[in-house]
Protein backbone atom coordinates (compact mmCIF):
# COMPACT_ATOMS: atom_id res chain seq x y z
CA UNK A 1 0.00 0.00 0.00
CA UNK A 2 0.96 3.58 -0.55
CA UNK A 3 2.47 5.18 2.09
CA UNK A 4 0.99 8.11 1.61
CA UNK A 5 -2.51 6.36 2.65
CA UNK A 6 -1.05 5.35 5.92
CA UNK A 7 -2.40 6.91 8.95
CA UNK A 8 0.64 8.43 11.14
CA UNK A 9 1.17 5.75 13.56
CA UNK A 10 4.29 5.09 16.43
CA UNK A 11 6.79 2.31 15.18
CA UNK A 12 10.07 0.84 16.54
CA UNK A 13 13.29 2.98 15.71
CA UNK A 14 15.14 -0.64 15.24
CA UNK A 15 18.61 1.48 15.92
CA UNK A 16 17.41 2.52 19.49
CA UNK A 17 15.69 -0.85 20.50
CA UNK A 18 19.06 -2.48 19.34
CA UNK A 19 20.63 -1.09 21.66
CA UNK A 20 18.08 -1.26 24.93
CA UNK A 21 19.66 -3.99 27.34
CA UNK A 22 20.55 -4.68 30.71
CA UNK A 23 23.79 -2.71 30.78
CA UNK A 24 21.74 0.05 29.29
CA UNK A 25 19.21 0.17 31.75
CA UNK A 26 21.80 -0.25 34.80
CA UNK A 27 23.30 2.65 33.02
CA UNK A 28 20.46 4.76 33.11
CA UNK A 29 18.97 3.31 36.79
CA UNK A 30 22.81 4.63 37.99
CA UNK A 31 22.91 7.97 36.99
CA UNK A 32 19.57 9.18 37.33
CA UNK A 33 17.99 7.02 40.07
CA UNK A 34 21.06 6.16 42.06
CA UNK A 35 19.39 5.08 45.30
CA UNK A 36 18.48 1.68 42.91
CA UNK A 37 21.74 1.52 41.08
CA UNK A 38 22.05 -1.76 43.42
CA UNK A 39 19.41 -3.55 42.45
CA UNK A 40 19.70 -6.14 40.15
CA UNK A 41 18.34 -5.72 36.47
CA UNK A 42 17.18 -8.69 34.16
CA UNK A 43 15.01 -8.72 30.80
CA UNK A 44 11.21 -9.91 31.50
CA UNK A 45 10.32 -13.76 30.69
CA UNK A 46 7.75 -11.83 27.47
CA UNK A 47 9.09 -9.49 25.74
CA UNK A 48 6.69 -6.11 24.06
CA UNK A 49 6.81 -4.60 21.32
CA UNK A 50 6.39 -1.23 22.11
CA UNK A 51 8.39 -0.71 25.18
CA UNK A 52 11.57 -3.02 26.58
CA UNK A 53 10.75 -4.19 29.72
CA UNK A 54 13.36 -4.89 32.47
CA UNK A 55 13.24 -6.16 36.28
CA UNK A 56 14.19 -3.57 38.54
CA UNK A 57 14.63 -5.77 42.05
CA UNK A 58 12.02 -7.83 42.89
CA UNK A 59 9.25 -5.44 43.09
CA UNK A 60 9.60 -2.70 40.39
CA UNK A 61 9.98 -2.62 36.39
CA UNK A 62 11.46 -0.32 33.84
CA UNK A 63 10.02 0.46 30.48
CA UNK A 64 11.62 2.01 27.52
CA UNK A 65 10.02 2.75 24.72
CA UNK A 66 11.36 1.22 21.34
CA UNK A 67 10.58 4.51 19.07
CA UNK A 68 9.89 8.23 19.82
CA UNK A 69 6.12 7.60 18.88
CA UNK A 70 6.17 5.10 21.84
CA UNK A 71 7.86 7.70 24.05
CA UNK A 72 4.90 10.17 23.51
CA UNK A 73 3.04 7.43 25.99
CA UNK A 74 5.25 7.63 28.60
CA UNK A 75 3.98 11.47 29.90
CA UNK A 76 0.42 10.13 29.43
CA UNK A 77 0.90 7.25 31.65
CA UNK A 78 2.62 8.73 34.14
CA UNK A 79 -0.06 11.63 34.03
CA UNK A 80 -2.89 9.22 34.13
CA UNK A 81 -2.13 5.77 35.67
CA UNK A 82 -2.25 6.90 39.25
CA UNK A 83 -5.85 8.49 39.28
CA UNK A 84 -7.27 5.47 36.42
CA UNK A 85 -5.68 3.58 39.57
CA UNK A 86 -7.76 4.79 42.59
CA UNK A 87 -11.07 4.08 40.72
CA UNK A 88 -10.55 0.39 38.96
CA UNK A 89 -11.35 -2.84 40.27
CA UNK A 90 -8.20 -4.69 39.09
CA UNK A 91 -4.60 -3.87 39.77
CA UNK A 92 -3.24 -1.43 37.32
CA UNK A 93 0.82 -0.57 36.69
CA UNK A 94 1.72 2.27 39.53
CA UNK A 95 4.20 4.59 38.15
CA UNK A 96 7.13 5.00 40.64
CA UNK A 97 10.11 7.35 38.69
CA UNK A 98 9.77 9.31 35.65
CA UNK A 99 13.36 8.59 34.00
CA UNK A 100 14.45 11.17 31.17
CA UNK A 101 16.55 10.28 27.97
CA UNK A 102 20.66 9.59 28.74
CA UNK A 103 23.44 7.80 28.45
CA UNK A 104 22.49 7.28 24.68
CA UNK A 105 19.27 6.58 24.95
CA UNK A 106 17.10 9.47 23.38
CA UNK A 107 13.67 9.35 25.06
CA UNK A 108 11.89 9.39 28.51
CA UNK A 109 11.23 6.25 30.45
CA UNK A 110 9.46 4.62 33.58
CA UNK A 111 9.35 2.77 36.67
CA UNK A 112 6.76 1.02 37.76
CA UNK A 113 5.78 -1.64 40.94
CA UNK A 114 5.83 -4.75 40.11
CA UNK A 115 2.56 -6.88 39.18
CA UNK A 116 2.46 -10.90 40.18
CA UNK A 117 0.82 -12.58 37.36
CA UNK A 118 0.79 -14.37 33.91
CA UNK A 119 -0.38 -13.33 30.81
CA UNK A 120 -4.14 -14.81 30.24
CA UNK A 121 -3.77 -17.86 27.83
CA UNK A 122 -6.79 -20.16 27.83
CA UNK A 123 -4.90 -22.53 29.30
CA UNK A 124 -4.79 -20.48 32.74
CA UNK A 125 -7.65 -19.25 32.93
CA UNK A 126 -10.14 -21.82 35.09
CA UNK A 127 -13.72 -20.27 34.01
CA UNK A 128 -13.53 -18.27 30.87
CA UNK A 129 -17.24 -16.65 30.88
CA UNK A 130 -16.32 -15.97 34.63
CA UNK A 131 -12.99 -14.20 32.80
CA UNK A 132 -14.95 -11.99 30.26
CA UNK A 133 -17.79 -10.75 32.67
CA UNK A 134 -14.58 -9.42 35.09
CA UNK A 135 -13.32 -7.89 32.10
CA UNK A 136 -16.21 -6.23 31.18
CA UNK A 137 -16.66 -5.07 34.48
CA UNK A 138 -13.17 -3.56 34.50
CA UNK A 139 -14.23 -2.05 30.89
CA UNK A 140 -16.90 -0.43 32.04
CA UNK A 141 -15.55 0.88 35.32
CA UNK A 142 -12.56 2.64 33.11
CA UNK A 143 -15.43 4.09 30.83
CA UNK A 144 -17.29 5.80 33.64
CA UNK A 145 -14.29 7.52 35.07
CA UNK A 146 -14.58 11.48 34.25
CA UNK A 147 -12.89 11.75 30.84
CA UNK A 148 -12.62 15.79 31.20
CA UNK A 149 -9.19 16.88 29.68
CA UNK A 150 -8.30 13.29 29.18
CA UNK A 151 -6.06 12.40 26.29
CA UNK A 152 -8.27 12.34 22.88
CA UNK A 153 -7.34 9.40 20.41
CA UNK A 154 -4.72 10.21 18.47
CA UNK A 155 -0.65 9.25 17.34
CA UNK A 156 -0.28 8.57 21.11
CA UNK A 157 -2.86 5.89 20.94
CA UNK A 158 -1.72 4.68 17.36
CA UNK A 159 -5.47 5.93 16.55
CA UNK A 160 -7.45 3.79 18.96
CA UNK A 161 -10.78 5.54 19.67
CA UNK A 162 -10.70 7.35 16.32
CA UNK A 163 -13.34 6.50 14.07
CA UNK A 164 -12.80 3.37 11.99
CA UNK A 165 -12.22 5.49 9.12
CA UNK A 166 -8.76 6.30 9.74
CA UNK A 167 -7.92 2.83 8.94
CA UNK A 168 -10.74 2.85 5.51
CA UNK A 169 -7.78 2.66 3.14
CA UNK A 170 -5.20 0.15 4.59
CA UNK A 171 -8.07 -1.88 5.30
CA UNK A 172 -9.19 -1.91 1.74
CA UNK A 173 -6.01 -2.41 0.36
CA UNK A 174 -5.40 -5.46 2.49
CA UNK A 175 -8.56 -6.86 1.38
CA UNK A 176 -7.27 -6.31 -2.29
CA UNK A 177 -4.30 -7.96 -1.70
CA UNK A 178 -5.62 -11.23 -0.19
CA UNK A 179 -8.79 -11.47 -2.03
CA UNK A 180 -8.07 -14.83 -3.22
CA UNK A 181 -7.79 -16.09 -0.04
CA UNK A 182 -11.13 -13.93 1.26
CA UNK A 183 -14.16 -14.35 0.60
CA UNK A 184 -14.42 -11.25 -0.30
CA UNK A 185 -17.85 -9.47 -0.58
CA UNK A 186 -19.00 -10.73 3.44
CA UNK A 187 -15.19 -9.65 4.31
CA UNK A 188 -16.28 -5.95 2.64
CA UNK A 189 -19.28 -6.35 3.75
CA UNK A 190 -18.10 -6.61 7.45
CA UNK A 191 -15.92 -3.52 7.03
CA UNK A 192 -18.41 -1.72 5.65
CA UNK A 193 -20.97 -2.27 8.64
CA UNK A 194 -18.17 -1.20 10.87
CA UNK A 195 -18.11 2.30 9.33
CA UNK A 196 -20.99 2.91 9.03
CA UNK A 197 -21.86 2.37 12.88
CA UNK A 198 -20.21 5.63 13.84
CA UNK A 199 -19.91 6.59 17.65
CA UNK A 200 -22.48 9.08 18.58
CA UNK A 201 -21.84 8.86 22.37
CA UNK A 202 -19.71 11.21 24.82
CA UNK A 203 -15.77 10.26 24.33
CA UNK A 204 -15.43 7.76 27.38
CA UNK A 205 -11.88 6.08 28.52
CA UNK A 206 -10.25 3.09 26.66
CA UNK A 207 -7.27 1.10 27.50
CA UNK A 208 -6.81 0.52 23.75
CA UNK A 209 -4.99 -2.46 23.38
CA UNK A 210 -7.22 -5.11 25.11
CA UNK A 211 -5.05 -8.21 24.47
CA UNK A 212 -4.13 -11.51 26.06
CA UNK A 213 -0.91 -10.68 26.77
CA UNK A 214 -2.11 -7.37 28.50
CA UNK A 215 -4.33 -9.34 30.80
CA UNK A 216 -3.10 -11.00 33.82
CA UNK A 217 -4.50 -13.82 36.17
CA UNK A 218 -3.28 -15.48 38.96
CA UNK A 219 -4.83 -18.50 40.44
CA UNK A 220 -6.98 -19.18 37.36
CA UNK A 221 -8.85 -15.64 37.15
CA UNK A 222 -8.00 -11.92 35.98
CA UNK A 223 -6.18 -10.24 38.49
CA UNK A 224 -4.46 -7.08 36.32
CA UNK A 225 -4.73 -5.12 33.55
CA UNK A 226 -1.57 -3.86 32.42
CA UNK A 227 0.07 -1.50 29.22
CA UNK A 228 -2.11 1.61 29.09
CA UNK A 229 0.28 2.97 26.15
CA UNK A 230 -2.32 3.00 23.98
CA UNK A 231 -5.07 4.42 26.40
CA UNK A 232 -7.10 7.82 25.67
CA UNK A 233 -10.26 9.31 25.65
CA UNK A 234 -13.09 8.62 22.60
CA UNK A 235 -14.48 5.55 21.51
CA UNK A 236 -14.25 2.54 23.74
CA UNK A 237 -15.16 -0.01 20.60
CA UNK A 238 -11.71 -0.77 20.29
CA UNK A 239 -11.66 -2.59 23.77
CA UNK A 240 -14.55 -5.44 22.49
CA UNK A 241 -11.38 -7.14 20.08
CA UNK A 242 -10.71 -9.61 22.55
CA UNK A 243 -14.36 -11.31 21.99
CA UNK A 244 -13.09 -12.65 18.94
CA UNK A 245 -9.27 -13.18 20.13
CA UNK A 246 -9.88 -15.05 23.06
CA UNK A 247 -13.41 -15.01 23.38
CA UNK A 248 -15.82 -17.72 21.63
CA UNK A 249 -19.25 -19.23 22.44
CA UNK A 250 -20.54 -18.13 25.75
CA UNK A 251 -17.68 -16.45 27.07
CA UNK A 252 -17.97 -14.03 23.74
CA UNK A 253 -21.80 -13.62 24.77
CA UNK A 254 -21.59 -13.03 28.66
CA UNK A 255 -18.59 -10.51 27.38
CA UNK A 256 -21.17 -8.71 25.39
CA UNK A 257 -24.05 -8.74 27.58
CA UNK A 258 -21.80 -7.95 30.80
CA UNK A 259 -20.45 -4.28 28.97
CA UNK A 260 -23.62 -3.81 27.72
CA UNK A 261 -22.89 -3.66 24.26
CA UNK A 262 -25.05 -2.44 21.45
CA UNK A 263 -25.07 -3.30 17.96
CA UNK A 264 -23.45 -0.62 16.75
CA UNK A 265 -20.81 -0.43 19.40
CA UNK A 266 -20.55 -4.50 18.37
CA UNK A 267 -20.23 -3.71 14.51
CA UNK A 268 -16.92 -1.70 15.27
CA UNK A 269 -15.39 -3.64 17.29
CA UNK A 270 -15.70 -6.28 14.60
CA UNK A 271 -14.05 -4.13 12.60
CA UNK A 272 -11.14 -3.02 14.61
CA UNK A 273 -10.57 -6.62 14.90
CA UNK A 274 -10.78 -7.50 11.34
CA UNK A 275 -8.52 -4.61 10.46
CA UNK A 276 -5.84 -5.95 12.60
CA UNK A 277 -6.28 -9.37 11.34
CA UNK A 278 -5.77 -8.52 7.78
CA UNK A 279 -2.96 -6.77 8.36
CA UNK A 280 -0.99 -9.46 10.15
CA UNK A 281 -2.28 -11.90 8.14
CA UNK A 282 1.17 -12.49 6.25
CA UNK A 283 2.98 -11.26 9.25
CA UNK A 284 6.16 -13.02 9.51
CA UNK A 285 5.69 -14.22 13.07
CA UNK A 286 4.16 -17.51 12.95
CA UNK A 287 1.98 -16.84 15.85
CA UNK A 288 0.54 -13.74 15.01
CA UNK A 289 -0.29 -14.94 11.19
CA UNK A 290 -2.07 -18.11 13.08
CA UNK A 291 -4.05 -15.17 15.31
CA UNK A 292 -5.14 -13.46 12.23
CA UNK A 293 -6.36 -16.42 10.51
CA UNK A 294 -8.31 -17.77 13.51
CA UNK A 295 -10.08 -14.13 14.25
CA UNK A 296 -11.27 -14.09 10.67
CA UNK A 297 -12.26 -17.28 11.02
CA UNK A 298 -14.28 -16.07 14.16
CA UNK A 299 -15.70 -13.34 12.34
CA UNK A 300 -16.33 -14.80 9.20
CA UNK A 301 -18.41 -17.90 11.09
CA UNK A 302 -20.47 -14.96 13.24
CA UNK A 303 -21.49 -12.97 10.50
CA UNK A 304 -22.79 -16.33 9.04
CA UNK A 305 -24.68 -16.96 12.10
CA UNK A 306 -25.95 -13.56 12.17
CA UNK A 307 -27.53 -13.68 8.50
Not at 123 to 135: G, K, P, Q, V
Request: proline share 7%.
Amino acid sequence: MDAQHLPDVPDTDDAVAARIDVALVRRLVAEQFPHWADLPVRAVEVGGWDNRTFHLGDTMTVRLPSGEGYALQVAKEQRWLPGLGARLPLEVPTPLAHGRAGVGYPYPWSVYRWIDGRTARPERIDDLTRFATDLAGFLRALRSVDATGGPAAGRHSAWRGAPLSTYDAETRAAIETHRDRLPVAVVSDIWQAALDATWAGPPVWFHGDVAYGNLLVRDGRLAAVIDFGCCGVGDPACDTVIAWTLLHGASRAAFRDALDADAATWARGRGWALWKALITLDDPEPAMAAEARHVLGQLLAEHTVAR
